[in-house]
Antibody, heavy 115, light 112 residues
Framework: EVQLVESGGGLVQPGRSLKLSCAAS????????MAWVRQAPTKGLEWVAS????????YYRDSVKGRFTISRDNAKSTLYLQMDSLRSEDTATYYC????????WGQGVMVTVSS | DVVMTQTPPSLSVAIGQSVSISCKSS???????????LHWLLQSSGRSPKRLIY???NLDSGVPDRFSGTGSQKDFTLKISRVEAKDLGVYYC?????????FGAGTKLELK
């Protein structure tokens, strides 16, 4: 059974950093590109970043480019999202998803950016 | 960015009825490989999204055939036949043909 379990969320002040993790199981992690998608409270879904199978290619939405870094550790079957210079508008539930086409999603982790 | 326009924003339905949700994109979603990367997801209350249909009309594993997807180019439709209580929630269309991936604003399916 495919499982994606996010962790690392919480309350953080504007300008500070947070690192999210997504532990994958039930499939060969290194065979799949992965993505982060977020959902602000009561809002819709917004793609944040994607990474290729080996980690050599990464893609970001404009609003997070230069502040967020997506990475992966295939030996640990884990996806990461390093979030720096956080802003109030980054407040959201962050989901990791398998493949660009998001065939499986994690349960999500809440990130609140507030002073 | 490709804009995905879903209508209606909400739908009230009785159990057993059929409903359709429309999704229109601002650009053709046909990729250079000839495939159309338009997908449908359901987010039940308090849960994470779940993909139901990929590439316009292909049902994901375990999705009942009461769900069907049709369309081409820029105009797509999700149909749910004989709605059941477990079908309630917010439906999103999503395109992964063009960078960046974008989602529709959602259609909330509620009980009448």
């Amino acid at each position: 059974e495919v499982q994606l379990v996010e962790s690392g969320g919480g309350l953080v002040q504007p300008g500070r950093s947070l690192k999210l993790s997504c532990a994958a199981s039930g499939f060969t992690f290194s065979d799949y590109n992965m993505a982060w998608v977020r959902q602000a409270p009561t809002k819709g879904l917004e793609w944040v970043a994607s990474i290729s199978t080996g980690g050599g290619n990464t893609y970001y939405r404009d609003s997070v480019k230069g502040r967020f870094t997506i990475s992966r550790d295939n030996a640990k079957s884990t996806l990461y999202l390093q979030m720096d210079s956080l802003r109030s508008e980054d407040t959201a539930t962050y989901y990791c998803a398998r493949k660009t086409t998001t065939d499986y999603w994690g349960q999500g982790v809440m990130v609140t950016v507030s002073s | 960015d490709v804009v995905m326009t879903q209508t209606p924003p909400s739908l009230s339905v009785a159990i057993g009825q059929s409903v359709s949700i429309s999704c229109k994109s601002s650009q053709s979603l046909v990729y250079s490989d000839g495939k159309t990367y338009l997908h449908w997801l359901l987010q039940s209350s308090g849960r994470s999204p779940k993909r139901l249909i990929y590439q316009v009309s292909n049902l994901d594993s375990g999705v009942p055939d009461r769900f069907s997807g049709t369309g081409s180019q820029k105009d797509f439709t999700l149909k749910i036949s004989r709605v059941e209580a477990k079908d309630l929630g917010v439906y999103y269309c999503a395109q992964t043909t063009h960078f960046p991936n974008t989602f529709g604003a959602g259609t909330k399916l509620e009980l009448k």
